[in-house]
């Protein structure tokens, strides 16, 4: 009887988010902003991957939501690089919501088509249930997490539509088995290109951008520039 009630509560929390993310997206859709749900564990180098890929977007516009527990340290870290951040807390909750992110676009000033970062809360498992209107799902993962976490927290490599393996420049220092990691992604996901990074050098993340601004004209958001940022 508990288990029943438990499953339908969940399911009226999850249905009242996806109906909420549905309408996120289709804001930012008609405002020519794509939206990059950016998702991994605490420290894989989340807010760092969003500097370096906003660099080589430097043809669109882009924008931040920054989602933490507490404090603004990663908003105010990209406002220092001149990029407009929002900061959202959630004060307990280990993953942002359709709701908290409303709330955040609507205080967002865009001015102009471009690309939108939200950051999720740090968190290898919660994000990855909630949709919180985005176009694309990117979940960064480190050398240095170990090559058994497509195994273990399977939902989000299943849900994610590009990966960074990040701190490639640390692969000499670690046992990090690619082979075994690939294994357990690609029977989850057979789709997602997965590109090697590295916030210290700086590598893979050209690629990344262009990723990134390839969706975006596919999707017919963020057009302007990005034939520039092609080249
Ligand atoms: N060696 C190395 N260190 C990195 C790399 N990327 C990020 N770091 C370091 O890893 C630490 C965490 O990076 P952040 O970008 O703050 O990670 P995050 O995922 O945003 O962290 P949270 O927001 O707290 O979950 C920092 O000390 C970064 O300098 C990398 O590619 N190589
Ligand atoms: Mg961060």
């Excluded at 660099?55 to 933490?68: F, H, P, Q, R």
């Excluded at 701190?167 to 294994?183: I, Q, Y």
Aim: aromatic content about 6%.
């Amino acid at each position: 009887m508990h288990d029943i009630r438990k499953i339908s509560v969940m399911e009226n929390i999850h249905d009242e988010n996806d109906h909420i993310a549905v309408h996120i997206n289709e804001e930012l859709t008609e405002k020519g902003i794509f939206a990059v749900n950016v998702m991994g564990a605490p420290g894989v180098g989340k807010t760092t991957a969003l500097k370096n890929l906003i660099a080589n977007l430097k043809a669109l516009k882009s924008y931040v939501i920054e989602g933490d527990i507490e404090s603004d340290i990663d908003a105010q870290a990209l406002r220092a690089l001149g990029i407009k951040a929002f900061q959202i807390n959630t004060f307990g909750a280990c993953h942002l919501d359709a709701p908290l992110v409303h709330n955040a676009v609507r205080n967002l000033d865009f001015d102009g088509e471009g690309i939108l970062f939200i950051e999720n809360v740090g968190n290898l498992v919660c994000p990855a249930e909630f949709s919180i209107g985005e176009h694309c799902k990117l979940l960064i993962c480190t050398v240095t997490e170990g090559s058994d976490k497509p195994y273990k927290y399977p939902l989000a490599f299943e849900k994610a539509d590009l990966i960074l393996l990040n701190k490639v420049d640390l692969l000499p220092h670690v046992d990090f088995d690619e082979a075994f990691f690939m294994k357990g992604l690609r029977a989850l996901n057979r789709t997602a290109p997965v590109i090697k990074v590295s916030g210290k050098t700086k590598e893979g993340f050209a690629e990344a951008a262009d990723w990134i601004s390839g969706r975006a004209a596919e999707q017919g958001t963020a057009t302007h520039g990005h034939s520039h940022s092609a080249l």
